[in-house]
């Protein structure tokens, strides 16, 4: 049976571009294959944080998945599990530097200052191909953005087979969403939605009320003209193209169905209807969240169980890699 694997950073409240790019594919994914999800705690410290922050985030997010319906038992952080920091490390040195030069990630992120970042930045994709890979999970539900780092933990996996002389790691297979893979920031149509912008206006989170993300809603930046009838007439206007996705993707439309609804209408009518579904469909997934939340505890435990569930799948794969490698077991 093919394995399921994934993951998200735990670096703010989860938003729209997670719940449709990821989220949402992993309850249903759940119900058909083996499958786990992690908080990746090890990858939030990557970038500069504060350490009472993590903690309350990671809490935050877990109660999100939670009440999002992920199955308890298979939700776990990532740092509770020692698998992934060790067999991260053995892919340190399988990894290349050529390899980790190309990633765009890294490049984002890290901007014009790149002597200033940490060292867990640059190998940050090196671990995640060790999240997948420790669990020979071959399927795995993420957004469009993490395309590139699914391409090199299948060259690591290769790597790794081919200097070991084995077929050991499996081929792992990135489930994209075909609609909704990128959903774009509300206030700037070229840039995806992200935990990081510093705009609050510039995302749904799967927090907000309902009154809230009206008002995100109304105050998305949208342009003069009505929607067009067709899709194509739809390109050069990234703000419409995105809200007309996002309706799509949470009635289960493609943006041309939901163009044969609205097309020639303006803008108005149509935040009406985009603001009645949003919240139909998240409002109550924050009333889950907010009542998770009133109890820590039952989240911690809820973690610890499922982090036993993945260090026993997980721990017999990495020994195996560790004696492979040439280390005492
Ligand atoms: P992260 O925390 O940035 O995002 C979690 C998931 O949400 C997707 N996503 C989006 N999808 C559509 N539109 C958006 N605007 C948007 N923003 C985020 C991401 O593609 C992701 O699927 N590197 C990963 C975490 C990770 C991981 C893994 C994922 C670590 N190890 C192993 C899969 C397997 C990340 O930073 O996701």
Redesign the pocket.
């Known amino acids: 049976m093919q394995r399921v694997?994934?993951?998200?950073?735990p670096?703010g409240v989860p938003?729209l571009?997670?719940y449709?790019?990821?989220?949402r594919n992993w309850t249903t994914l759940q119900k058909e294959y083996d499958s786990f999800f992690?908080l990746?705690d090890l990858?939030s410290i990557t970038m500069p944080w504060e350490p009472e922050k993590l903690r309350a985030q990671t809490l935050i997010t877990a109660a999100c998945l939670l009440a999002c319906g992920l199955n308890p038992g298979r939700l776990y952080i990532q740092s509770a599990v020692s698998t992934h920091a060790r067999l991260g490390w053995i892919f340190n040195c399988i990894s290349r530097l050529g390899w980790l030069n190309r990633m765009t990630q890294f490049k984002d992120k890290a901007g014009k200052n790149r002597e200033n970042h940490s060292a867990g930045l640059y190998v940050?994709p090196n671990?995640?191909a060790a999240?997948?890979l420790a669990f020979h999970a071959t399927l795995?539900?993420?957004?469009?953005?993490?395309r590139q780092?699914i391409e090199l933990a299948n060259d690591i996996a290769q790597k790794f087979n081919h200097d070991m002389g084995v077929e050991f790691f499996p081929e792992i297979k990135g489930l994209i969403p075909p609609h909704?893979?990128?959903?774009?920031n509300l206030r700037d149509g070229t840039k995806?939605?992200?935990?990081s912008d510093p705009s609050e206006q510039s995302r749904i989170l799967l927090t907000d009320s309902a009154e809230n993300i009206a008002l995100k809603i109304r105050r998305a930046k949208t342009d003069p003209e009505p929607l067009p009838s067709e899709v194509l007439g739809l390109e050069e206007r990234p703000e419409a193209l995105n809200l007309v996705t996002i309706y799509g993707s949470l009635s289960d439309k493609t943006p041309q169905a939901v163009l044969n609804e609205f097309g020639g209408q303006g803008f108005g009518q149509f935040k009406n209807a985009l603001t009645e579904l949003l919240a139909e469909k998240i409002a109550p997934i924050a009333h889950k969240t907010n009542q998770l939340l009133e109890d820590e505890g039952h989240i911690i435990a809820l973690l610890r169980k499922g982090a036993e569930a993945a260090a026993e799948v997980s721990e017999p794969i990495v020994q195996e890699a560790e004696r492979l490698v040439g280390f005492i077991r």
Do not use: E, W
């Not at 995806?192 to 935990?195: A, V």
């Open positions: 694997f994934s993951g998200i950073q670096t938003h571009g997670n449709l790019g990821a989220i992690c990746v990858h940050y671990l995640m999240d997948i795995v539900p993420v957004g469009d953005d993490q780092h909704a893979a990128r959903v774009m995806k939605m992200s935990k």
